[in-house]
C-alpha cells in the first residue's frame, strides 16, 4: 500500500554477527573440507608407509 511506511533497516541488522575465529575455522574458509581430511589421511598413511619401509632396513640389517 502506498501510504504505509516501510521499517527502516537498523546497522545492526544490516551486519553480520562476528563469529569467532579458529584455526580450523580459517583453514576451512581456504581449503574445501574434503581436501584437509584427504590431505591428512594421506599424509598419515604416508608415515606410517615410510616408518614400515625404515623397520623393515633396521631389522634386516641387524640379520646380518
Request: aromatic share 12%; proline share 11%.
Amino acid at each position: 500500500m502506498p501510504g504505509t511506511p516501510k521499517p527502516a533497516a537498523t546497522p545492526a541488522a544490516a551486519e553480520e554477527p562476528e563469529q569467532p575465529v579458529t584455526l580450523i575455522g580459517r583453514i576451512e574458509s581456504k581449503f574445501p573440507r574434503g581436501l584437509v581430511i584427504r590431505l591428512v589421511a594421506y599424509l598419515f598413511v604416508g608415515h606410517l608407509f615410510a616408518f614400515f619401509v625404515y623397520l623393515l632396513f633396521v631389522l634386516g640389517g641387524q640379520n646380518q
